[in-house]
C-alpha cells in the first residue's frame, strides 16, 4: 500500500512527534520537567483533562448499552457499536494518561494488593480496571465477527446480561465516584463548585455528556467514513439530550439556591467569569437550540448544540480540577507545553484508533444476531477502505 | 495514649535547631541557605516562619483521623497507635491524592526525581516507638517544642495560657481543628498569619468523614442498584419474548 501524505496525516505525525518528546521528558526528567505541577498544584492539567474529561467524554458507551439493551430502544441499535468502541478506547488511553500523571507508574497494580477500603481513589481505581474489561468483552465480538468465529460469540452473548448490568453498574460507580474525589477538599475547592452533591452531578454530567458525545460521534463518523447519517437516532438523542440538560440544570440551580449562591454567581469575579463560559456553553446554548424542534430535526443544528454541550461540560470539570484552586493556593495553573502535547497525543490516538478499528472491523455494519442484510455490508464496503486517511 | 508535641511560639527563639535536628534525622541535607528557605519541601520537613520579630513553626499536625491516610489508594500513609502518621514508600503509586486533600497542606513531592517520594514529618516514629522524644523536641533550647502525652500536652497548654493570659491568643490550635492534631499549637499572635488555615475554614469535623459519608453507603447501593438493573433489563426483555410468543401464536392461529 502506497502511503499518502495528506493534511489530517501530517497534522497526526506532527502531534505524535511532539507527544513523543513530551513522553521522553517525562520519564527521564520526571514530572517537574515535563509539568507545572508543585506541591502548591499536585493536580494539574493532567487530573482534569485526561482523568476528570476522559472518563466523562467515554461515558457514551453505558449510556448507549442501557438505552438498547436495558431499556430496550431498539432504534438507537445502529450507534451501540461504535459507543462502546469509543468507550473502550477511552479507558483505555485514560489509563495510559494515569501512567503520565502517577509519580510511580510502575506501581500502579499495589492497588490490587494494598486496598484501603476508605478510599474514594481505591474504589475509582478498581471501578474502572474492571469496567475496561467489561468493554472489552463488550467490544470481542466485533473482532470474532471479523474472524468469523461463530462460538465465541454465542459465548460472549449468553453473558451479555451479566456484561450490560456490570458495566452499567460499574459506571455509575465511578463516574459518580470522580466526583467523590473532591468532597474532602471543602476548605480548597472554591464554593461554585465545592459541593456536598459533587457525586450527584458527575453521574448526571456523565450521562448528558454520553449523549452529546454520541451525536457528536455519529455525525463525526459519518462525514469521515461517508455513512449515511440516521436522523430517527439523531432525533431520539436530541430529544434525550435536552431532558438530560434540563436535569443537570435544575440540579445546579436547586444546589446554589440551597448554599445561598444565586446571587453570588451573577457577581463579576474571577470564577465568576468561568462559572458563566460553563453555564452558556453547558445550558444556555443547547437547552435554547434544543428547544426548537427545527433544531432538534437538523443533523448540522443538533451537531452544533451537542458540542456546545460536550464543551461546557469539559469546562466544568476543568473548573472543578484546576480554576477552583487558583485562588485557595494564591496563584495561577497555567500547564506547560509538554502537558498539553501528551494530552494532544492521547486524542490523536484515540482518533486513529477509532479509524483502524473501523475500517479492520464490522463497527457500523449491523450485528450478526441481527441477521444483517449482505448487501448493505459490501456498499458499505468501499467508504470504509478510506477510513484510515 | 498518643503522644504528641506541643508548640509554644512565645518561647521559640528563632534559632532554627530544630530544622537542623530535623534534617539530620531524617538524612536530609542542611545548610545557610536551606535554613533561609521560607517554605517546606520535599528536603525541609520542618521550618520555623518569622513575621514582626515572632516565629511560628511549621510541620505536618499528625492529625488524630489524618485525611492523606484516608484518601490513599494503597494505604501508605497511616496513623500510628503511638500518634506519629508515617508513611510506607513502597507502597505508594504517586497519585498525590494526600497532597491535595491534606488541609493543612503539608505533604511535599519530589518533583524532580524519577522515583518520586512524598515528603513530610512522620514524627521520628523509631525515636518515637524507643521511648525518645523527637528530634526537634530534644534539641530545641528553650523548650518551645515539647514532645509528650497529648493530654497532658493540652492541660499544660490550658495552664500556661490561663497563667499568662496576656501573652498568649485564648486558643490551642490543633485541639479540635478537623477533630483534633497531634501538634499542638499556643501563641501571642494568630497562626493564621503564617499560614495556617483558619479554624472556622477547615472545621472540627474529622476530615474522612467527607468522603465517608458516600463510601459507606456503597456496600448497600451496589446490590440495591444490581437488582434496580437486572430487573429493568428483565421486564424489558420479557415484553419482547411475550410479544414474541402472541405472534407465534397469532400466526399458529391462522395456519
Given at each position: 500500500m502506497k502511503f499518502k501524505l495528506t493534511f489530517w496525516k501530517a497534522v497526526f505525525l506532527v502531534i505524535m512527534g511532539l507527544g513523543l518528546y513530551s513522553s521522553y521528558v517525562r520519564f527521564f526528567h520526571g514530572l517537574g520537567a515535563a509539568t507545572n505541577m508543585s506541591d502548591q498544584f499536585p493536580w494539574g492539567f493532567w487530573i482534569g483533562f485526561d482523568c476528570l474529561c476522559g472518563v466523562m467524554l467515554a461515558a457514551g458507551g453505558f449510556c448507549m448499552v442501557g438505552a438498547v439493551y436495558l431499556f430496550n430502544v431498539e432504534r438507537?441499535?445502529?450507534v451501540v457499536k461504535p459507543a462502546v468502541l469509543t468507550a473502550f478506547l477511552g479507558y483505555l488511553l485514560f489509563i495510559c494518561g494515569l501512567l503520565f500523571d502517577l509519580g510511580r507508574p510502575w506501581f500502579i497494580w499495589h492497588q490490587l494488593i494494598y486496598r484501603n477500603l476508605h478510599s474514594v481513589m481505591f474504589e475509582v481505581g478498581m471501578c474502572v480496571m474492571t469496567y475496561t474489561t467489561?468493554?472489552?468483552?463488550?467490544?470481542?465480538?466485533?473482532?470474532?465477527?471479523r474472524l468469523n468465529w461463530k462460538t465465541p460469540i454465542t459465548w460472549i452473548h449468553r453473558i451479555y446480561p451479566i456484561l450490560i448490568v456490570a458495566g452499567i453498574l460499574l459506571s455509575t460507580l465511578h463516574q459518580s465516584s470522580l466526583g467523590s474525589l473532591y468532597l474532602i477538599m471543602p476548605s480548597k475547592l472554591h464554593p461554585f463548585w465545592y459541593t456536598p452533591a459533587l457525586p450527584f452531578f458527575f453521574f448526571a454530567s456523565a450521562v448528558a455528556v454520553g449523549l452529546a458525545m454520541t451525536i457528536f460521534e455519529s455525525t463525526q463518523s459519518a462525514k469521515a467514513f461517508g455513512r449515511q447519517l440516521e436522523l430517527p437516532v439523531l432525533v431520539t438523542l436530541g430529544g434525550a439530550l435536552l431532558v438530560a440538560l434540563w436535569v443537570n440544570l435544575l440540579l445546579r440551580i436547586e444546589d446554589y439556591y440551597h448554599r445561598d449562591l444565586l446571587r453570588e454567581i451573577f457577581k463579576p469575579s474571577y470564577e465568576?467569569?468561568?462559572?458563566?463560559?460553563?453555564?452558556i456553553l453547558t445550558y444556555v446554548i443547547p437547552i435554547t437550540m434544543l428547544s426548537f424542534k427545527k433544531v432538534r430535526l437538523s443533523p448540522q443544528l443538533l451537531y452544533f448544540a451537542s458540542v456546545s454541550a460536550v464543551l461546557g461540560f469539559i469546562t466544568n470539570r476543568l473548573n472543578i480540577a484546576v480554576i477552583g484552586f487558583e485562588t485557595y493556593v494564591g496563584h495561577h495553573f497555567v500547564p506547560r507545553w509538554t502537558e498539553y502535547s501528551i494530552t494532544l497525543m492521547m486524542i490523536a490516538m484515540g482518533f486513529f484508533l477509532f479509524g483502524l478499528a473501523v475500517k479492520y472491523l464490522p463497527i457500523f455494519a449491523a450485528e450478526t444476531e441481527h441477521h444483517a442484510e449482505e448487501p448493505r455490508v459490501i456498499q458499505a464496503a468501499p467508504a470504509l477502505s478510506h477510513a484510515g486517511d | 495514649m498518643s503522644k504528641a508535641l506541643l508548640y509554644d511560639a512565645t518561647l521559640c527563639i528563632g534559632c532554627k535547631q530544630c530544622e537542623g535536628a530535623c534534617a539530620q534525622q531524617n538524612h536530609l541535607p542542611y545548610?545557610?541557605?536551606?535554613a533561609a528557605e521560607p517554605v517546606q519541601s520535599a528536603h525541609k520537613y520542618t521550618v520555623v516562619l518569622t513575621k514582626n520579630d515572632k516565629y511560628m513553626r511549621r510541620l505536618c499536625m499528625h492529625c488524630q483521623e489524618p485525611a492523606c491516610a484516608s484518601v490513599c489508594p494503597v494505604g501508605a500513609l497511616h496513623k500510628t497507635e503511638a500518634g506519629p502518621v508515617v508513611y510506607d514508600v513502597w507502597k505508594c503509586i504517586g497519585c498525590r491524592y494526600c497532597m491535595v486533600a491534606c488541609p493543612f497542606n503539608q505533604p511535599k513531592y519530589e518533583w524532580q526525581s524519577l522515583n518520586p517520594r512524598v515528603r513530610k514529618c512522620i514524627m521520628c516514629p523509631d525515636r518515637v516507638a524507643a521511648g525518645k522524644q523527637t528530634a526537634c523536641a530534644e534539641i530545641c533550647p528553650t523548650g518551645a517544642t515539647k514532645f509528650g502525652e497529648r493530654d497532658e500536652l493540652i492541660a499544660e497548654a490550658k495552664q500556661r495560657i490561663e497563667q499568662n493570659p496576656a501573652n498568649y491568643k485564648n486558643r490551642i490550635y490543633g485541639l479540635n481543628e478537623v477533630g483534633g492534631t497531634s501538634v499542638l499549637l499556643i501563641a501571642g499572635t494568630d497562626v493564621e498569619d503564617y499560614?495556617?488555615?483558619a479554624s472556622p475554614k477547615i472545621g472540627e469535623k474529622p476530615m474522612p468523614e467527607y468522603t465517608g459519608r458516600v463510601m459507606e453507603r456503597i456496600p448497600d447501593f451496589v446490590p440495591l442498584w444490581t437488582l434496580v438493573l437486572g430487573g429493568i433489563y428483565w421486564i424489558s426483555h420479557r415484553r419482547d419474548e411475550v410479544a414474541a410468543a402472541e405472534e407465534a401464536e397469532k400466526n399458529?392461529?391462522?395456519r
Open positions: 438507537l441499535h445502529p467489561v468493554l472489552f468483552f463488550e467490544f470481542l465480538p466485533n473482532v470474532f465477527e465568576a467569569y468561568f462559572l458563566w463560559i460553563e453555564l | 545548610d545557610d541557605a536551606i499560614g495556617y488555615p399458529g392461529g391462522k
